[in-house]
């Protein structure tokens, strides 16, 4: 089966460490982008990181500089290291992949989901 | 960063009703926008890619329009598996953003 699963998550203190895994099945892992998107009790959706396929990376500001994406093809799978965690960084992590159009100009979209990690940061 | 600004925020509305939802962006975005429905407890599921392409699986009841800076998804005769959250998202550039979020509840 298609599929993303989550691990790693859980309760750590402010200003903690916590890594998060991505594990996939039954599809060709290192043709895809994949992405973290992550989201807090009662909120929106918020776009967390990005890598692709060469490895190249992409974070919003709130998390720039605090969080890394990894991955590991021979594995299957891609990680996302959380230093100097704070409050506001609790939420549902969701694991996603990056599908693209077959056009001149590709468009990305997420067509495939995690069932979601929480993470919690509190003392 | 490219803002998208969903509305109205929520709404009411009956099974068999005609729903729209609007998503602006904040900049030219052309087509690269899409749409996804998240039901409460659930990873959020994908409905509309590049602004009007319907994903398969998705019932033909959803459809989305537009480019540029101004898009719509339409729901065509809402259905009770219907009543969720949906969100636009843009990919226009690397650094990815998503609408507020539209709530649709029931009447």
């Known amino acids: 089966e298609v599929q993303l699963v989550e691990s790693g998550g859980g309760l750590v203190q402010p200003g903690g460490s916590l890594r998060l895994s991505c594990a996939a099945s039954?599809?060709?892992?290192?043709?895809?982008?994949m992405v973290w998107v992550r989201q807090a009790t009662g909120k929106g959706l918020e776009w967390v990181s990005t890598?692709?396929?060469?490895?190249?990376?992409y974070y919003p500001d709130s998390v720039k500089g605090r969080f890394t994406i990894s991955r590991d093809d021979a594995k299957n799978s891609f990680y996302l290291q959380m230093n100097s965690l704070r409050a506001g960084d609790t939420a549902v992590y969701y694991c996603?992949?990056?599908?693209?159009?077959?056009?001149?100009?590709?468009?990305?979209?997420?067509?495939?989901w995690g069932r979601g990690i929480l993470v919690t940061v509190s003392s | 960063d490219i803002q998208l600004t969903q509305s109205p925020s929520s709404l009411s509305a009956s099974v068999g009703d005609r729903v729209t939802i609007s998503c602006r962006a904040s900049?030219?975005?052309?087509?690269?926008l899409n749409w996804y429905q998240q039901t409460p407890g659930k990873a959020p599921k994908l409905l509309i890619y590049?602004?009007?392409n319907l994903q398969r699986g998705v019932p033909s009841r959803f459809s989305g329009s537009g480019s540029g800076t101004d898009f719509t998804l339409t729901i065509n005769s809402l259905q009770p598996e219907d009543f969720a959250t949906y969100y636009c998202?843009?990919?226009?550039?690397?650094?990815?953003?998503f609408g507020q979020g539209t709530a649709v509840e029931i009447k």
């Open positions: 039954a599809f060709t892992f290192r043709d895809y982008d």
């Open positions: 996603a992949r990056e599908q693209y159009t077959s056009s001149w100009t590709p468009a990305g979209y997420l067509d495939l």
């Open positions: 590049a602004a009007s």
């Open positions: 890598i692709g396929t060469a490895g190249d990376t």
């Open positions: 998202q843009q990919s226009y550039n690397n650094i990815r953003t």
């Open positions: 900049q030219i975005i052309t087509t690269y």
